[in-house]
Structures are given as structure tokens and as C-alpha cells.
T-cell receptor
Framework: DAKTTQPPSMDCAEGRAANLPCNHSTISGNEYVYWYRQIHSQGPQYIIHGLKNNETNEMASLIITEDRKSSTLILPHATLRDTAVYYCIVRRDNTDKLIFGTGTRLQVFP | DSGVTQTPKHLITATGQRVTLRCSPRSGDLSVYWYQQSLDQGLQFLIQYYNGEERAKGNILERFSAQQFPDLHSELNLSSLELGDSALYFC???????????FGSGTRLTVV
């Protein structure tokens, strides 16, 4: 599995956009980029995933660079409930395991 | 409710003992994954089963074993428990032809 690199922590003001970067420079052509988050000690929660096109859902947007070596997760209007550890993961297909790195601890402040 | 059910939610046991953690995947999901998360540590992948067969193995100790039954539920057996085995144990399931994992709420194991 390709490795990912994320900043260990970030802060964001409530109501502002949170932009979480991820570097995956060794990603293979058939690997997807997935984002998960873990709030306190709860089970990780799926956010979004993509292959090469930008994706948007009700939770977030995913921007993948044209060379696919990096991506950015965007939470458009962060709330206090978005405080969590965010994980960027690359994965081949849906039968493949997810390998979690250390993630980015996002702190949303009032 | 994520649809993945883990029991028990909490478990306290003594060193040297053996415990069994249970996971019921979402209806129709064929893959089950087990993860360990020690205090302030990341999620460590332990093992994956797909339709009853072991598919991938991660950092799983020899004292630990798992299986997936014909009804697709899975059990993680931890034996000769040590203090360092105290952790959250998560189970996740995923379908074959759709995206994403779904995690259960975890079993918090405390070894005293």
C-alpha cells in the first residue's frame, strides 16, 4: 500500500473551511484515496473517497491533484463536532484492507 | 447505529486469561476486519476475513486468533492476556462491490 503523509495537527475556526492536506506521492494508478475520521474513541467514520476526479458529498469535498500525488479534504463550514482525527488512506479496491497512519488531529475552536 | 454490532462493549479480565470478542457485520457484507487501538495509539490492522476465509493478516500476535462463521459473524480470540493487550478492539465490515468500510463501536478490553 502507498504511504500517506499528513500534518499531525491543525486548527480551524468554527464556520470556516477546514482544508486538510495529504501527500501520497507513491500512489498507484489503481489505488483510491479514502478519508476517514475518528471522533474521540468512536469507530472511524467514512467521509469520502476518489480515484482521480474531485468528489463532493454532504460531508465534504475531495480535491485530488492531476498527478494524483496529493489531495485535500475540505470541510466547507467546520463545526465543533468536526473535531476529530482525520485519516487519509490509499486502497486498491473494496476487498482491500485499510491501513491507518497517524492522521491529522483537527481542532475546531469557537 | 452503523449496522456493525460488537459485543461486549466493555470487558475487564485478569492477566493470563482468555476472552472472545464478537462481531456481527452489516447485512450482506462479506468482509470482516479487526483492528486494535491502544491508548493514544493509531489503529493497527490485525486480520481480515472474506466469506469465511482469511484474506489478509497484519500485526496479529500468535496469542490472538480469529475466525468467520458461515453466518458471516466473526470472533476474535485473545489468550494469555497481558497488561499491554488493554485496548479498544474494532471490527469493520465492507461489501464487495461498493465503497467503504463500516466500523462498529468497539470493545474496550481492560486487562488487570
Amino acid at each position: 500500500d502507498a504511504k500517506t503523509t499528513q500534518p499531525p495537527s491543525m486548527d480551524c475556526a468554527e464556520g470556516r473551511a477546514a482544508n486538510l492536506p495529504c501527500n501520497h506521492s507513491t500512489i498507484s494508478g489503481n489505488e483510491y484515496v479514502y478519508w476517514y475520521r475518528q471522533i474521540h474513541s468512536q469507530g472511524p467514520q467514512y467521509i469520502i473517497h476518489g480515484l482521480k476526479n474531485n468528489e463532493t458529498n454532504e460531508m465534504a469535498s475531495l480535491i485530488i491533484t492531476e498527478d494524483r500525488k496529493s489531495s485535500t479534504l475540505i470541510l466547507p463550514h467546520a463545526t465543533l463536532r468536526d473535531t476529530a482525527v482525520y485519516y487519509c488512506i490509499v486502497r486498491r479496491d473494496n476487498t482491500d484492507k485499510l491501513i491507518f497512519g497517524t492522521g491529522t488531529r483537527l481542532q475546531v475552536f469557537p | 447505529d452503523s449496522g456493525v454490532t460488537q459485543t461486549p462493549k466493555h470487558l475487564i479480565t485478569a492477566t493470563g486469561q482468555r476472552v472472545t470478542l464478537r462481531c456481527s457485520p452489516r447485512s450482506g457484507d462479506l468482509s470482516v476486519y479487526w483492528y486494535q487501538q491502544s491508548l493514544d495509539q493509531g489503529l493497527q490492522f490485525l486480520i481480515q476475513y472474506y466469506n469465511g476465509e482469511e484474506r489478509a493478516k497484519g500485526n496479529i500476535l500468535e496469542r490472538f486468533s480469529a475466525q468467520q462463521f458461515p453466518d458471516l459473524h466473526s470472533e476474535l480470540n485473545l489468550s494469555s492476556l497481558e497488561l499491554g493487550d488493554s485496548a479498544l478492539y474494532f471490527c469493520a465490515s465492507s461489501p464487495t462491490v461498493s465503497y467503504g468500510y463500516t466500523f462498529g463501536s468497539g470493545t474496550r478490553l481492560t486487562v488487570v
